[in-house]
């Protein structure tokens, strides 16, 4: 296990790749908002389903081939091409990523609770 890391440090590297997926899509004229937002992400299908296999072999090695610095790897390419997929979505992208943002802020041990057995923040029934 490793320690844990500041938020800052996280949401700098967070930054970090958000830049670096405007600019690759600057750099190579990638923006084409004459297409529809399900055009947009359809044709990015393979690179995100690719990205996501890669990332599914990575943790599926034996375990004397496990690598934790190229699962890291595998699981930003899987980020990098899902926010690319925000960035194709426009106005709609940045509206929807502030709405989840601003759902999962307000869920609170007062409305929701850690589901041990499905591993997942869960509603609570009140």
Known sequence: ??????????????????????????????????????????????LLLEEVRELIEEYNKNQSELSEELLSREAADVLYVSIGNMLALNKEGISAMNQVAIKNNNKTKKTHFYNVKEKKIKKLDV
């Open 1 to 46: 296990m490793s320690k844990p890391i500041s938020k800052i440090e996280f949401i700098n590297a967070i930054n970090n790749l958000a830049e670096s997926v405007y600019d690759f899509h600057d750099r190579w004229n990638l923006f084409n908002v004459s297409k529809t937002s399900f055009e947009a992400v359809s044709e990015r299908e393979e």
